[in-house]
């Protein structure tokens, strides 16, 4: 069998593929590659025993499945001592179990031809996940420019193609479908990557160390340039989410999930996003005290409001490329963006200086993995702060306010007047 070099940021696929552990059922190391299987989110490798002769699936390690890889035997079952997070396992194996026939539309966009090629599939279920595999293709794009990248991507994340890239395969699916398993997809996979002389799979990881990258490459619109944080005017972006709200309290929102699960639409499902909309119009006021001449933008899902001179609502129900790009020029010019833990974040401190995040306590351990950090000295810790699912105006606005205040002196004490 060909020794095949595996690297930290690339699995090879062709011309061979890379050893991916040991069998799950007497734990022999030689295991003879079948081939490769790409039915959606996952990327598996099919693999027989040498020593027993069984034949099994396995993740190969990109994505989620780096840490937490998934085996299948032939008839779809988990095999292994392993336990991947069930999130992972069960809605594969029932993904198997079910495969979705049918065609699926995908574009294949050309920007440069190339016979070696490093393939990057972002494809996921939830919106956060998809963005944050898409940040690696900076990497492939700067340190490898004599392989060319393909993107694999849904429909919806086309206008984040960044330049650099050598093609882009563009599937016609929604997030809440990247779940299945399609031959479709597998089959224009294989047809392509037969095509070319040599490919590798891009890892893909879940949280990048985006520091020090220019995420506007991704948006085509210019960050905030942190250098002039305390020249440019003052400018507070809120990301007024409708599906996670900002509570004044635990009985708010005990109360919204009440009216939620009894079905109330109207006017009691109103009140809740309603009295974000006055929890932010009281975090402005006290702002205004503070900082003069701030203004403000609020981006989100939802209806907009009239909130009077220095408000811009950007909200909207109905999203499109030039709603994103508008909301994307918003946080480009804020210092500071407010919002809800959430993949609605990373957008947001991808663009703006710092923020001021909202933090669910059941959502503790997933602390900064919506933030697209762009600080890799001590400035995240100024810029990036973080205050209880509870927090009223009062506090947030605070944080707001010494981020405006406090920020010279804070870049001169710990970025300049260093060793």
């Not at 002769?53 to 937490?68: C, E, K, N, Q, Y």
């Not at 574009?107 to 996921?124: K, M, P, Q, S």
């Not at 702002?287 to 209806?303: D, I, K």
């Amino acid at each position: 069998m060909m020794e095949v070099k595996v690297r930290h940021d690339m699995v090879p696929v062709l011309p061979a593929m890379g050893p991916n552990g040991t069998c799950p059922a007497c734990g022999d190391a030689h295991l003879l590659p079948l081939g490769t299987v790409f039915p959606g989110m996952h990327v598996l490798g099919r693999y027989r025993c040498g020593a027993c002769g069984i034949t099994f699936l396995r993740d190969l390690p990109v994505g989620h499945a780096v840490s937490h890889p998934v085996t299948l035997g032939a008839d779809g079952a988990p095999l292994g001592s392993d336990r991947p997070p069930v999130w992972l396992v069960e809605p594969l194996v029932e993904a198997f179990a079910r495969p979705a026939e049918g065609e699926v539309r995908i574009e294949r966009r050309v920007y440069r031809e190339a016979r070696r090629v490093v393939v990057l599939n972002t494809l996921d279920f939830l919106y956060g996940h998809v963005l944050l595999k898409l940040y690696n293709a900076l990497h492939y794009i700067d340190r490898h420019p004599d392989l060319g990248l393909v993107v694999i991507l849904p429909r919806m994340y086309a206008w984040l193609i960044p330049d650099g890239c050598a093609e882009a395969w563009i599937v016609d699916l929604g997030l809440g479908r990247l779940q299945g398993w399609y031959p479709a997809i597998d089959r224009f996979v294989q047809e392509r990557i037969a095509t070319y002389d040599e490919v590798h799979l891009a890892r893909a990881y879940s949280h990048p160390d985006v520091s020090g990258l220019d995420l506007g490459r991704f948006t085509r619109v210019a960050p905030f340039p942190v250098e002039r944080f305390d020249e440019l005017p003052p400018h507070v972006t809120f990301v007024a989410r409708q599906d996670r709200l900002w509570y004044r309290g635990p009985v708010w929102r005990f109360m919204h999930r009440v009216v939620r699960r009894l079905g109330l639409a109207g006017v009691p499902g109103r009140f809740f996003p309603a009295d974000q909309d006055r929890l932010m119009r009281r975090t402005m006021a006290l702002l205004r005290r503070q900082v003069p001449g701030v203004t403000f933008s609020v981006v989100g899902l939802g209806r907009a409001t009239r909130w009077g001179a220095g408000v811009e609502d950007l909200r909207t129900q109905r999203m499109d490329t030039a709603t994103e790009t508008a909301w994307c020029r918003a946080y480009a010019r804020s210092q500071v963006t407010v919002g809800v833990h959430g993949s609605n974040m990373l957008l947001p401190t991808a663009l703006c200086a710092g923020c001021v995040e909202i933090m669910p306590r059941e959502r503790l351990e997933n602390l900064a993995q919506d933030i697209s950090v762009r600080y890799a000295d001590r400035l995240q810790l100024f810029m990036y702060r973080f205050v209880d699912e509870y927090a009223g105006p009062r506090d947030v606005a605070r944080q707001v306010a010494s981020m405006f205040r406090d920020h010279r002196h804070y870049r001169r004490n710990n970025l300049e007047n260093i060793l």
